[in-house]
């Protein structure tokens, strides 16, 4: 027997017939059928896919859309203007010195020493002036306006030496210093000179006005003819015209100015915002106030010997001269007597004298010079008559009256 079935044979031995049948039988016997495989499910219907994706993108629009609208600053800003460098603004040129500082000695009841000098040209806003005593330190001395190429100085003393300095000032800056000059005021030997009217304030446009009046006649500083009607603004103010308006407006019917009328039978014009009191009921003194510190006094003086102006006037002040008084003659055909210094204008009436003061407060310049001859121009005194346009005196304008020639005659 092969050794393959030796093992075979063993697993036998000891089993029965009828178990060798059953096992015989069952080899065989055909192998069971293999198991059928389930039945497949019966498809269930799909849902479609259409309705999620437009949600999807309907939430993701939502929020994208909410970020963009919430920070749409940040991330949309307007286009930025183009950034132009603008070239630095070039400085400014100081004003040139002044030159021919010239410094003299005067005296009327005290000693004083007159200045005056030639502008060095630039732009100028107005000049600064100093002055020391012998070797010391220069100090200032004061401060004066562009149009200004004079000054008094009053305060010197006998028996002491000045030296004097001027500097232009602008808006470049400060020029280099003057010439210096010097004046030595010898005690008992000083140089008799007659008063001479104030400098004008600063006038801008050199229109006749200062910028101060340009103010009282809204009228423009930096432009001579501000209606530009071929006149001057101060021709116009001068001839009681207004300067804001085209020709033939006047002041009085544009408003500019009211008439002051005393019960005494005088009538001036006042310009719009100043004010005018009666300092006695009966019109014999009154103030016209400018707001500026300077003001206008007017008064009626006795005459009781019938002098004439200028025998008045010299009788009343002492150490006056004929020669160093002017005659004058305003639109309305008033003769009248200007002092040495033009600061007051004398009017012969009914036996009495309308005196006209211009009181500027001791200021080394004065700022209504025109306004001060208008007033003149508008003055009336009841009993003396008028003239008419064509009898009128033809005045040329800002200055006729403040001339410093005399015009008086000292024949009896």
Do not use: C
Request: net charge negative.
């Amino acid at each position: 027997m092969p050794e393959k079935y030796y093992g075979m044979a063993a697993k036998m031995e000891g089993k029965t017939q009828a178990e060798l049948e059953a096992m015989a039988a069952k080899k065989a016997a055909p192998p069971p059928p293999a198991p059928k495989p389930p039945a497949p499910a019966a498809p269930s219907a799909k849902r479609p896919m259409w309705p999620f994706a437009v949600l999807f993108l309907v939430v993701i629009l939502l929020i994208g859309g909410g970020f963009v609208w919430f920070n749409r600053e940040a991330l949309f800003q307007p286009p930025q203007p183009p950034v132009v460098t603008e070239p630095a603004p070039q400085p400014r040129p100081a004003p040139n010195a002044p030159a021919n500082l010239v410094a003299t000695v005067t005296s009327g009841t005290a000693p004083a020493v007159a200045l005056s000098w030639v502008d060095g040209g630039g732009e100028t806003t107005g000049f600064r002036l100093e002055r020391r005593e012998g070797e010391g330190t220069f100090l200032p001395l004061t401060p004066l306006p562009a149009s200004s190429v004079s000054f008094l100085d009053v305060t010197v003393r006998e028996g002491r030496a000045y030296q004097y300095r001027v500097f232009a000032v602008g808006p470049g800056g400060e020029s280099s210093a003057s010439n210096i000059a010097l004046a030595r005021v010898e005690a008992g030997e000083p140089v008799a000179v007659a008063p001479t009217l104030p400098p004008g304030g600063l006038d801008s446009d050199s229109d006749g006005l200062t910028d101060v009046e340009e103010a009282v006649y809204g009228t423009d500083p930096r432009v001579p003819d501000s209606d530009r009607d071929g006149f001057l603004d101060g021709n116009e103010v001068f001839h009681l015209y207004n300067p804001a308006a085209a020709a033939p407006v006047r002041l009085l019917d544009s408003g500019l100015v009211e008439p002051f009328v005393s019960p005494a039978g005088w009538s001036i014009y006042v310009p719009r915002g100043w004010t005018a009191t009666l300092d006695e009921n009966d019109g014999s003194r009154a103030t016209i106030r400018t707001g500026q510190g300077e003001v206008f006094r007017i008064s009626i003086e006795d005459n009781p010997n019938g002098a004439s102006l200028v025998d008045w006037y010299t009788a009343r002040h002492a150490g006056v001269a004929p020669s160093q008084l002017r005659e004058i003659f305003t639109k309305g055909g008033l003769e009248g007597l200007l002092g040495p210094d033009r600061m007051d204008a004398n009017f012969d009436w009914d036996g009495k004298i309308f005196v006209l003061t211009y009181d500027n407060a001791n200021k080394p310049f004065i700022q209504f010079r025109t306004t001060y001859e208008m007033l003149l121009n508008s003055l009336r005194l009841s009993g003396v008559p008028l003239l008419s346009e064509a009898e009128a005196p033809a005045l040329e304008g800002p200055g006729e009256f403040l001339a410093t020639t005399s015009t008086t005659s000292t024949a009896p």
